[in-house]
């Protein structure tokens, strides 16, 4: 009863995964030494990603976050888990619209095998979940195998907040993957762009939070983004928005594990409630 | 409810299904007998697909319960139950050998031997992805993968749809076996002939409703056209329209042509009286038996009016 489900998420692995070997022969072509590059090469897209300067952390005290330019002219093993919770989280996005892509006219195929439709449901998300996992691990080890192949071990460096961070990193793509399997499990057509605008829709909610914290519209981002992956990745050097309260909330990286832990099972949980009712 | 239809393979009671103002089906009630092939004509729109989905709890019904052995719908009974929908479900980006490998998976009957005898068949490449093979080819797939499973029960909707004649009789010729190793059928299909040939049993449905069924031999034997044609117009005859037996009366010009069931001598003596110049008394054929079913609205033809079936 998995096979498909495997056929599914490895054709899309297989996409995936021949882009990103695509880009990292290209950024072993063109990338310069390792001096100075490190910190520049590797940083991630969403700039306000992984700096957490400011982040307290309890039992681990001031800048216990990801550093991309601190004091240290090294730049922090986690970096590697960002690039790979990143793209497991746009991997996450697309196979989240798996049950969307069932309700788009295959739901007589689906709904007449002899297993039960959550029981369905549930083995499509194990499936993703596994694919998730490997999609991370996969990018992981190419990120290694770069930086090995370049030699830049020696400017990179780890501390005690390193393992927490990369869980929060680790746990980032499952919350995408359960924030867009909830908003897309009931639609027959779109699901795609729907999955695809959550990615500037959720930077743009933070943004805008950030930028209008006592307004009506930042009270309710404030909400909303109570929900949004990207909260709990994201730092700023300030804590002057209307979110501090929920960032202070999820300082500590358990917590901002726990909540990501929680968008995803909640998401899967809202999908599958989703895929019960429809009707083909 | 009779002990037969109490252990009908299939059994249908007062099955409604809406969509807002629309009554998709209407209270409709019938019961397939095992290893029996079970035949639902309809016009487009009629409320046969929608009948289907909510047998088989793909759409919920508003109304009515659907037993298959006796018992309500249950995942596991998909173990010995095909579906083949109108629109192949397929997905298109799965190759034809994928679809039956996830078949042979899904399903603890599934026999491969079935499945490559079918496969060579129908003639299709079953290495091709689905959105590379035409419609009745995806057609064959869907019915190899329906047959493959070696099930007791299959829902066929439109199962002929997009074949060539060659594999329509196919078609045809795969239900028959099935039905005469013990398997029951459902199927509906816009082609009557094929329903003539393989179906026992027909229901006609009209607006979501049931509005004749019954065995196809009975109903031919039942079902009689009387044609009058007469000198001028034809004449009223008392009594015609209010009479049981009538299904549907129309007049054309100077040709009046009586559907009756069960029981004609009559309405053929009361035309008889009106003294028309040629009177004909017929057996119906299926298809003719289906026009008369749903009336006008189809086929209009002059001064036209349906009775309703006692």
Known sequence: MY?????RVRKIFTGFAICLVALFVLILVFSGHV???????ARVPHGAVVA???????????SAGIQIQGESDKAPIEILFAIAGFAAAIFGMVIGCALASENAGHLEVAWTRPASRVGYGLRVTLVDAIGIVTMFAFVLALSAALITIKGWWPDIHTDAASVPLAARLFAFPFAWYGLVAALTASLRGGAGLV?????????????LEKLHPQSILGKILTVVNAINPLLYVSFSDTESTASSAIRALVSGQVAAIAALACIAVFGVAVSLLQWRRLEA | MTTEAATAAILVQGLAKSYGSTQAVDG?????????????????????TTTFKCMLGLARASAGSVLFSGQPLEARMFESLSYVPEQPALYEWMTGREHLEFARRSFRSYDPAIAQHLVELFGFDARKRVKQLSKGQKSALALTLAFAIRPQTLVLDEPSAGLDPVHQRHVLDLMIDAAAGGATILFSSHQIGQVERAAD???????????LQGDVEQL???????????DGAVPTIGGLDADTHVRRVTRQGRLLRVYVTGGGNGVASAIQSAQPTSLRVMNQNLEDIFLAAVGDDQHPAGDEQAAPRA
């Open chain 1, 35 to 41: 001096s100075g590059s490190v910190g520049e090469s």
């Open chain 2, 28 to 48: 409709l009630s019938f019961d397939v007998s095992k290893g029996s092939i079970f035949g639902l004509l309809g016009t487009n729109g009629a409320g046969k």
């Open chain 1, 3 to 7: 096979y498909k489900e495997f056929l």
């Open chain 1, 195 to 207: 999955a695809g605008l959550s990615w500037p829709v959720a930077s743009i909610a933070i943004v």
């Open chain 2, 220 to 230: 031919r034997a039942d079902e009689k056209v009387i044609e009058a044609t007469f």
């Open chain 2, 201 to 211: 049993h027909v229901a006609i449905m009209h607006h979501g409703k049931a509005v």
């Open chain 1, 52 to 62: 957490s300067a400011a982040q307290t952390d309890a039992g681990h005290g001031p």
